[in-house]
C-alpha cells in the first residue's frame, strides 16, 4: 500500500490543494486483502511474531468444549445441518443466532426462537424478508393527496394536462423544505447541486407551477417531499421519560406522504428514459421509501430495492452508452450519484444478502468525486467539510468493511496478485468461514491483521475535521454551527435539553455517527471471530486471542448512533433497519458474557461494566422503538426481552 498517512496532515484545510489530497489519498485507499504476504504493521490486537503463530486447520466437532463442559458436537438443533453448512445463506449479523452455544443457550433459557432460528438455518436470509413481507404485504397509502389548483399558461397546447399549483406550497413553505433536504439527505447523499436546483428546477416550478410529465416537478416534488420529512423531525419534541423517540405520527401515513404521492403519480415518466435525472428521481424515491417511515420495513423491500436496483442499471447504462467530460460539473454530478448507488447496493447486500446489479465493476472507471462546485455562491471550504469528506470517507469503509466480510465470512479470495501471496492464504481463504467448526471459528491470523491494519489506516487518513480521540469519542467535533447559532456538540445517552432537539447544519450529527459507527461496526466484526472461539474452543485461547476479544468487546459498546442526537432522529439515519439486526446480535454476545467463564472473566477484568450496562439500555431502546413498524425488530425484541429483565421498562417482562 502506498503512503497514505501523510496526505491528510496538512494544517491548511481550507486550500482547494489540500482538498485535492485528500481526495486522492481516499482513492488510493487499498481496501482489498491483496498484501497479506507482504510485512504488515501489527495490528492492535496483535503480540510481536504473532503474524507467525500457526494453528492446525482441522478439528473434529466432537472434541471442543463450553465452559460448562458440554461439548458443542453434542449440541445440535434437532434437524438443523451441518453446522459447517449452515451459514452458507446468512448475512454476518444474522450468524450469531447459528453459534452453537447461543443456540444452546436459547434452548436451556426456553426461548421459542430456537423453532424459527432452525428454518434460519434451512432457509437462511430470506427468511426474514418474508417475515416482514407478511407484516406490510402492501405499500404506502395512495389516497393521501395534494389539492392541486390548474393553472393557464399562454401559449399553452390545449389537449395537454393543465399544470397545476398545489395551495399547501406556497413560495416560503417550498424554500423551508428545500434548506430542510440540502441540510439533512444532501448532506449524506449528494446527489444535486444546490445552485442547480434552485435556479434550473425550483424556479422552474414556481414560475410555470407543477407539470405530469417534466423532470424539474418530479424532482421538486421529491425533494419538498423528504424537505417536510426533515422538518418535521427538526420541529417535533420528545417526550422526558419515554425513551422511545420514535415519530408520533402513523407508519401508514408518515410527514410528507401526500407530496410525495404526488410525485409517485408521475414517475411513470422517470422510468422511460436513462439520463442523469432520472438516476436522481430513482434514488430519491428511494428515499420517499425508506428515510421517511423512520425505519424502513423490509416488506417495503419489494418497492425500495426495485427503485434502488434500477437506479443502479440506469446509472450503469448512462455512464457505459454517454461520452461523459469527468472534469466538467455535470461529470462530477455523475460520479456523486454513481458513487451514491454503489454505496445503497452494497450495505443492502452486506445486511440483506440482496443481489448486486455489478455496478461495483465500474469502480475503477468513474473516480471519486471532488464536489468541486456545490456550494459556488456560499462558503465553500467549510460547506465541503462537513458534506464531501463524510461521504467520501463513508466510501472508503465502505469499500473496507465489504473486503472484511468476503474475506473473513464468506471465504472468498480477492487477491488480484498472485505471485505476491503466499499459497497458505489462497488455499486456506478459498475454503475457511469464520465462526464455523472449520479451523477454530476464525480466519488465518494473517488476514485479521491486514484488515486492522488498513482499518487503522482508514481511521488515520481521516482530515482534521473527522478525527477523533479514542476516549473522546463522544464529542461531535467541538463546536459546531446548529441552525440556532454555536453550540458545543456531543453525543449523550440522554437528551441535552428536555423536550426539545438541538439541530445541526448539514446533518453534521447524523453523518458524524453514522462514520464512527461505522468504523466501530468494522472493528468488531474483524474480532468478533474470536469471541466465537472463546465460546466454543476456550481451552485453545491465548494471550493474543485475549486481546483480540478485548478489542471486539470494546468496539461494540456505545455506537454514536444509538445516543443522542441521532436517537431523537431515527427517520435521517440511514439504514435504520440493518442497525437493529446488528444490535441483537451484540446483545447476545453481551449476555453470554454474564453465562460463559472465560468470556465473562475477560468482560469484568478489562471491560467497563457501566459501559455495558448503558450500551444495552440504549440498544433495547432502539429494538423497542424499531418493533411498532417492523416485524423483524418484534421478532428480535421477542429474544432478547427475557434476556435483560432487569433493563425493561414496567410491563414489558409479561
Not at 415518466?269 to 420495513?297: D, K
Request: glycine letters at 6%; aromatic letters at 10%; charged letters at 20%.
Amino acid at each position: 500500500m502506498k503512503d497514505v498517512l501523510n496526505a491528510l496532515c496538512a494544517n491548511d484545510l481550507t486550500k482547494d490543494k489540500t482538498l485535492i489530497e485528500i481526495l486522492e489519498s481516499l482513492q488510493r485507499l487499498e481496501t482489498k486483502v491483496d498484501a497479506i504476504g507482504l510485512p504488515s504493521t501489527p495490528s492492535s490486537c496483535q503480540t510481536p511474531g504473532s503474524a507467525a503463530v500457526s494453528q492446525p486447520r482441522t478439528l473434529p466437532v466432537e472434541s471442543p468444549a463450553v465452559s460448562d463442559g458440554t461439548a458443542v458436537g453434542k449440541y445440535t438443533i434437532e434437524g438443523s445441518a451441518d453446522p459447517r453448512k449452515a451459514y452458507r445463506h446468512v448475512t454476518a449479523a444474522h450468524k450469531v443466532l447459528l453459534w452453537p452455544s447461543i443456540g444452546k443457550f436459547l434452548i436451556d433459557a426456553g426461548n421459542n426462537a430456537i423453532v424459527d432460528i432452525q428454518q434460519i438455518e434451512e432457509e437462511g436470509t430470506p427468511w426474514f424478508h418474508r417475515l416482514d413481507l407478511a407484516k406490510h404485504p402492501e405499500s404506502l397509502a395512495v389516497d393521501t393527496h395534494l389539492s392541486s389548483t390548474p393553472i393557464s399558461l399562454p401559449g399553452q397546447n390545449p389537449t395537454l394536462p393543465k399544470r397545476v399549483r398545489f395551495p399547501a406550497l406556497d413560495d416560503g413553505t417550498m424554500s423551508r423544505y428545500v434548506l430542510q433536504y440540502f441540510d439533512t439527505y444532501n448532506a449524506l447523499y449528494p446527489l444535486l447541486d444546490k445552485e442547480d436546483f434552485w435556479n434550473d428546477h425550483l424556479r422552474h416550478v414556481v414560475q410555470f407551477g407543477f407539470g405530469d410529465s417534466d423532470f424539474s416537478s418530479i424532482l421538486c416534488l421529491l425533494v419538498l417531499a423528504l424537505g417536510k420529512v426533515a422538518d418535521n423531525v427538526h420541529s417535533s419534541g420528545y417526550t422526558q421519560g419515554h425513551p422511545s423517540s420514535s415519530p408520533s405520527d402513523s407508519p401508514d401515513d408518515p410527514p410528507g406522504l401526500e407530496i410525495f404521492n404526488a410525485a409517485r403519480k408521475r414517475l411513470g415518466f422517470a422510468f422511460s428514459g436513462c439520463t442523469l435525472e432520472n438516476v436522481q428521481i430513482l434514488l430519491l424515491s428511494r428515499y420517499g421509501l425508506s428515510f421517511r417511515l423512520a425505519l424502513v420495513p423490509l416488506g417495503l423491500s419489494a418497492d425500495f430495492w426495485r427503485f434502488t436496483v434500477t437506479a443502479s442499471m440506469t446509472c450503469q447504462a448512462y455512464i457505459q452508452c454517454t461520452s461523459i467530460d469527468w472534469n466538467s460539473h455535470h461529470g462530477d454530478l455523475v460520479r456523486r450519484n454513481y458513487w451514491t448507488c454503489n454505496l445503497i447496493e452494497n450495505w443492502y447486500h452486506l445486511d440483506l444478502d440482496l443481489p448486486q446489479t455489478g455496478i461495483n465493476d465500474l469502480e475503477a472507471e468513474v473516480a471519486l468525486p471532488y464536489l468541486g462546485d456545490q456550494y459556488r455562491n456560499e462558503n465553500p471550504d467549510e460547506e465541503r467539510f462537513h458534506v464531501q469528506l463524510p461521504f467520501l470517507a463513508m466510501i472508503a469503509i465502505r469499500q473496507l468493511t465489504t473486503s472484511a466480510h468476503a474475506a473473513i465470512f464468506d471465504g472468498e479470495q480477492h487477491c488480484s496478485r498472485g505471485d505476491d501471496v503466499e499459497a497458505d492464504w489462497k488455499n486456506i481463504a478459498i475454503t475457511s468461514k469464520a465462526e464455523s467448526m472449520d479451523h477454530y471459528g476464525i480466519p488465518p491470523i494473517r488476514v485479521i491483521a491486514e484488515l486492522s491494519r488498513q482499518l487503522d489506516n482508514w481511521r488515520a487518513v481521516l482530515p482534521g475535521p473527522l478525527q477523533w480521540k479514542e476516549k473522546e469519542d463522544m464529542v461531535l467535533t467541538g463546536i459546531v454551527e446548529t441552525m440556532g447559532g454555536l453550540k458545543p456538540a456531543f453525543f449523550s445517552p440522554v437528551p441535552q435539553l428536555s423536550g426539545s432537539r438541538t439541530n445541526y447544519r448539514y446533518n453534521i450529527d447524523i453523518a458524524t455517527a453514522q462514520l464512527r459507527t461505522r468504523y466501530y461496526y468494522a472493528r468488531f466484526m474483524i474480532h468478533r471471530p474470536f469471541v466465537y472461539k472463546a465460546l466454543h474452543f476456550p481451552h485453545l485461547v491465548n494471550k493474543q486471542d485475549i486481546e483480540c476479544i478485548v478489542t471486539c468487546l470494546e468496539s461494540a459498546l456505545g455506537w454514536p448512533i444509538i445516543m443522542y442526537p441521532p436517537k431523537a432522529k431515527k427517520r435521517l439515519v440511514p439504514f435504520f433497519f440493518a442497525w437493529t439486526q446488528n444490535f441483537m446480535g451484540i446483545l447476545l454476545i453481551l449476555r453470554m458474557s454474564l453465562e460463559n467463564n472465560l468470556l465473562g472473566r475477560i468482560s469484568r477484568e478489562r471491560i467497563s461494566q457501566e459501559k455495558v450496562e448503558e450500551t444495552v439500555r440504549l440498544m433495547l431502546d432502539w429494538i423497542r422503538d424499531a418493533k411498532q413498524v417492523d416485524a423483524v425488530a418484534v421478532w428480535c425484541w421477542n429474544i432478547v426481552r427475557p434476556l435483560y429483565p432487569d433493563l425493561l421498562l414496567p410491563g414489558e417482562l409479561n
